[in-house]
Structures are given as structure tokens and as C-alpha cells.
């Protein structure tokens, strides 16, 4: 029974990320990611008109 609560309960919480991930496509950090690919120490942090913060 434990088996099958964990089962419905990880299978649950995957289908809700996964609908909270695409519902507003690609995020700050990953848009920033896709600006400047590989790793870069002059990619600065995004201005804060472009991010979607508090």
C-alpha cells in the first residue's frame, strides 16, 4: 500500500511541475543561458527590466 501511495504521490507531483515549467516558457536564468551558451565570465546578470522578479 506505501508502494502504491509513493507511486501516485511522485507521479502526482511530477505532472504539476511539469505544467508549472511550461506554463510560462522559458525563465530568467535560461534565457540569459541562451544569450551567451558555454561558460563565459563576462556574461554579466540580466538588467532588471528583463527579468520577471517580485
Known amino acids: ?8 504521490y511522485g507521479f502526482a507531483t ?3 511541475a511539469d505544467a508549472l515549467a511550461a506554463r510560462d516558457g522559458r525563465g530568467p536564468g535560461q534565457r ?3 544569450a551567451r ?3 563565459r565570465t563576462d556574461a554579466g546578470p540580466l538588467p ?3 527579468s520577471r522578479g517580485r
Not at 500500500?1 to 501516485?8: N, Q, R
Open 48 to 50: 532588471r527590466g528583463d
Open 32 to 34: 540569459h543561458a541562451a
Open 14 to 16: 511530477g505532472v504539476v
Open 37 to 39: 551558451p558555454g561558460r
Open 1 to 8: 500500500m506505501d508502494l502504491l501511495h509513493k507511486t501516485v
